[in-house]
C-alpha cells in the first residue's frame, strides 16, 4: 500500500516479485532499504522521509525479502542480511539504475553499506541511520537494549505492533493508526511471520558462524570504502535499540564518515525527525528542490 502520496510498483527482481514504493520524478536516484523489525517495508520505515525529499530525489523504497512489506515472502533468505543485499543488486539491475545514493535504517544501512563495497562504481552516496547491524560487523556487538526486548516480545497482534513501534519512534505522535495497521497487515500477511523467522535464524548464523562471520565482517572493508564513497551516519540521540554509546563507539572507527547526532529521536530517526534527516541529505548529497512550473 502506498503512503504519503507516493507510488505502488511491482518488478520481477532475481526471480523474486518484488515491492517498492517510489515518490518524486526524474531527480537524481536515492533508494532507501528499511529496518529488519516485524512488519517493515519502504513505505512503513521510509514513507515520512520520501514524502519530504520528493521535491530533490526520485525516491524508491524497497520491500526486502524476509517477509518485509508486499515483496514475495517465499523469496530466498539463506544468508541472512547478505540475502537482502542479493536481492537489492538484482533490484537496481530490474529497474535499470546505474548510480544512485543509498540510504538504510538499521539492518537496512548494514545491507547499504555492503552494497558499496561489492559495487562501489554504483554507489553516488552512503547514508547510514542508527545501526547495530553495522556495530556488530565493526567489532561491537549491540549491547542487550530496552528496544531488543521490545522486539523480542512481540507476540503477533495488533497492540504488540503499537508497543514495538513506541520502542522505534520516540515521538509517540508520529505512531499514527495507519502506520500501525500498514505494519501489522505486513507483519502478519500470509507466509510473512515464516519468513520473517527464517531470516532471524539465517541472520544468527550470519554472525555467529565462523563459516558465514567473514560475510558479516565489515572492520577493514568498511573504513575502506569510506574512503573511496562519500558517507554519512545519522544517529538519534534517543535510540533504546542501538543505543547511542554504540554510534560513539564507531565514530574512532570511521573517521571518514561524518556523523550526525539528532536529538528527540529514535531508532528511527527519520520517521522521527524527517525535516531534519531531509536537510541533511540535501546539504550531503548537494540535492535542490524542484522548481514548480
Known amino acids: 500500500m502506498a503512503q504519503n502520496g507516493s507510488r505502488s510498483r511491482f518488478v520481477l527482481a532475481g526471480g523474486v516479485k518484488t515491492h ?34 520528493s521535491d530533490s530525489f526520485r525516491v524508491i523504497g524497497l520491500d526486502s525479502v524476509g517477509g518485509f512489506g508486499e515483496t514475495d515472502p517465499s523469496g530466498p533468505v539463506t544468508y541472512g542480511l547478505q540475502s537482502r543485499v542479493d536481492h537489492l543488486a538484482a533490484f537496481v539491475d530490474a529497474l535499470c539504475l546505474d548510480r544512485f545514493t543509498l540510504i538504510g535504517n538499521s539492518q537496512g544501512a548494514w545491507c547499504v553499506a555492503k552494497y558499496t563495497i561489492m559495487h562501489p562504481d554504483r554507489v553516488e552516496k552512503l547514508i547510514m541511520l542508527g545501526t547495530g547491524s553495522v556495530g556488530t560487523a565493526m567489532g561491537h556487538k549491540m549491547p542487550p537494549s530496552a528496544g531488543m526486548k521490545l522486539m523480542d516480545g512481540y507476540d503477533g497482534s495488533r497492540e504488540g505492533m503499537r508497543k514495538l513501534l513506541e520502542g522505534l519512534v520516540f515521538d509517540r505522535s508520529k505512531i499514527t493508526e495507519d502506520l500501525v495497521n500498514l505494519r501489522h497487515a505486513a507483519a502478519q500477511a500470509p507466509g510473512a511471520p515464516e519468513a520473517f523467522k527464517a531470516m532471524a535464524l539465517a541472520n544468527r548464523k550470519l554472525q555467529n558462524d565462523p563459516l558465514f562471520w567473514p560475510i558479516f565482517d565489515m572492520r577493514t572493508s568498511l573504513p575502506e570504502i569510506t574512503k573511496l564513497v562519500p558517507s554519512i551516519m545519522i544517529w538519534g540521540e534517543n535510540d533504546i535499540f542501538a543505543v547511542p554509546e554504540l554510534g560513539h563507539k564507531l565514530e574512532p572507527l570511521l573517521p571518514d564518515v561524518k556523523f550526525h547526532w539528532v536529538p528527540n529521536a529514535g531508532h528511527q530517526v527519520q520517521t522521527d525527525r524527517p525535516d531534519v534527516v531531509a536537510d541533511i541529505v540535501r546539504e550531503f548529497t548537494g540535492a535542490r528542490r524542484a522548481v514548480a512550473t
Not at 30 to 41: P, Q
Request: avoid cysteine.
Open 20 to 53: 517498492y514504493t517510489e515518490s518524486g520524478g526524474d531527480g537524481p536516484v536515492l533508494i532507501a532499504m528499511h529496518g529488519g523489525g516485524a512488519g517493515s517495508s519502504g513505505a512503513a520505515g521510509m514513507g515520512a522521509l520520501m514524502s519530504l525529499l
